[in-house]
């Protein structure tokens, strides 16, 4: 049997990480995890999650035996990527905020940063505008509501555009917030709202995520892999029973995960 790809991250956000990859490796089998008893992750301190990751990974990665891991959330990545990757004896491949991509595509020089709240305030993301958009105004924004209104999405609720508008608001309020032109949407949530963001954009905004970049990274890593000739039903797998899960269900299939395990 072939071993999977697994994929973390605290809610679905990750989905929009996983969808990528699974149309550039159409066959490879899935494993998509959602720490649900530790969400949300972007209201933590760095000690919960540099505690709470490592340890969570390195039981799933005994039970699933993945041949690969894509830890499909920013924060997660910003915080405790280099623990995971001295844990583990195989690819882990992160995600982080989609900065240099944007500051290529912007016109006015001026970029937002939409995350969670414990992503835009990481050293990483310094970091990054430093070395990608140096000539840039990089503006920051944390937003827990986004990441629960994407969840709410998922599970089959009807959105909120009042909501989407007052979270951009936070971001284009700000001093030089009229000059923003293009917006990293940091938290893996949120690519799975971006037509909520876009509707309810004061002005045509142009929004960037990693999603890509990462399915070229696992493809690249995996490029030595034998695939199975058809892919077989993928696994979401929550760390706790709750009544969202079954909610989700309908949307997981969308994404080719028609199983569903408790850990």
Not at 67 to 85: D, G, W
Not at 117 to 140: G, I, K, M, N
């Amino acid at each position: 049997m072939t071993a999977p790809i697994l994929f973390f991250d605290s809610g679905v956000g990750g989905l929009s990480v996983l969808a990528p990859v699974a149309a550039a490796l159409p066959t490879a089998p899935l494993v998509y995890v959602a720490d649900n008893a530790g969400f949300p992750y972007g209201t933590k301190t760095e000690a919960e999650i540099n505690a709470r990751v490592p340890a969570l990974l390195g039981r799933l990665v005994e039970r699933y035996k993945p041949q690969l891991v894509v830890i499909a959330c920013n924060t997660a990545s910003t915080i405790a990527l280099a623990t995971v990757r001295a844990a583990l004896d195989l690819p882990v491949v992160g995600t982080v905020p989609a900065i240099k991509p944007a500051a290529e595509a912007s016109v006015t020089r001026t970029i937002g940063v939409l995350g969670t709240q414990a992503t835009v305030r990481q050293p990483y993301v310094d970091r990054l505008s430093a070395e990608f958009a140096a000539d840039c105004r990089v503006l920051r924004h944390g937003s827990a509501a986004l990441v629960q209104l994407a969840e709410a999405k998922l599970r089959g609720e009807a959105p909120d555009r009042a909501a989407f508008a007052a979270e951009l608001a936070g971001l284009l309020d700000q001093p030089g917030g009229d000059a923003v032109d293009t917006v990293v949407l940091a938290c893996t949530h949120f690519p799975l709202v971006a037509d909520e963001l876009a509707a309810a954009a004061p002005r045509p905004l142009t929004f960037v995520d990693g999603g890509a970049g990462i399915a070229r990274r696992v493809v690249t890593l995996l490029k030595a892999a034998e695939w199975p000739a058809t892919r077989s039903p993928g696994v979401a797998v929550f760390t706790r029973d709750a009544p969202e899960v079954a909610a989700l269900a309908p949307a997981l299939a969308r994404y080719g995960l028609e199983r569903t395990e408790i850990l």
